[in-house]
C-alpha cells in the first residue's frame, strides 16, 4: 500500500526536475541566433544597403542594414524571425527598395556574431537603438512603417506602442509566448515560468496607427487563428489577410506585394490627411 505513494512522490519529483530543467534553458528553445557576421559585401544583398553601426542604451554594439527612401515616403523597419539573421533576411528589402521605400534591416544582439544574449528586453533596446539613429538621421517618426515577421512581431508590436509610427505590419505573428508554448509544450506552466512574453494580445488595443497582420492558414508553428485573434483586437485602420495553402516560412512572396499595396492605400491616404 505503501508503494502507491511513493511512486506519486517520485512522478512529482521528475516532474519537477523536468520543468525545473525546461524553466532554465527556455531561451535556448525560443531563440536560434546565428554566431557568424555575413558581412554586407559579401552578403549578394540589395546594393542599395549600406551598413550602419549603432550603440544600445545599455552599450551593445550592434550592426543593420539601410538604404534610404528614393522616391516614397516610407522606411521599413524589419525585425526578424528567431533562427533568422541580417544576411538571411537581406531578400526581404529587395520589393520595398525596388518601389523606392526606405528599408532598415536590423539585427538583435548575440545573433549574426554580435555581442550579448537574446532576451526580450534586449530585443526592445535592439529596436529602439535602431528607430533613435533614423530619427537622428532625418526619418521622421510618422515616416516609419515597422514589419515583423514570427518573433519579430512581438518586438515590432512593442515599438508601435512606444512609437508614433506610420504604420503596422505582422507577418505570422502570435498572441504571446505563453500561449504558443501552451500549444508545443504542453506540460510546461508557460503563463506562470516564461522569462520572455512579447505579449501581443495585451498591447496591440493601445495602438493607433494602420495594422496590417496576415499569416498562412496552414502555419506549423504559429496557430493561424492567433493572428485572426490579434486581428479582432487591434484598432482601426486594420486589415487582415490569411494566406491559403501557406505555412510559417513561406509566405513573403505573397505578403510583399500585399503589404505594398497597403502602405500605398492605407498609410500613405492617413499620412495626408
Known sequence: MKVLPVLIAAVIALYALVVAVFYLAQRRFLYFPTRTYVPLSEAHANPALREISLRTADGIELKSWYAPATSQPFTVVFFHGNADSLYGSAPVADPYIAAGYGFLLTEYRGYSGLAGAPTEAGAYDDARANLNWLLAHGVESGGIILLGQSLGSGVATEMAAEYQAGGLMLLSPF??????????????????????????????????????IVNGDKDEVIPAAQGRELYTLANQPKEFHSLSGLGHNDTFDEFAPLSLDWIERTCEGTQSR
Request: hydrophobic share 45%.
Open 175 to 212: 498572441l504571446s509566448i505563453p500561449k504558443i508554448a501552451r500549444v508545443h509544450y504542453s506540460f510546461f506552466p508557460a503563463q506562470i515560468l516564461a522569462m520572455d512574453r512579447f505579449d501581443n494580445e495585451r498591447k496591440i488595443g493601445r495602438i493607433h496607427m494602420p495594422v496590417l
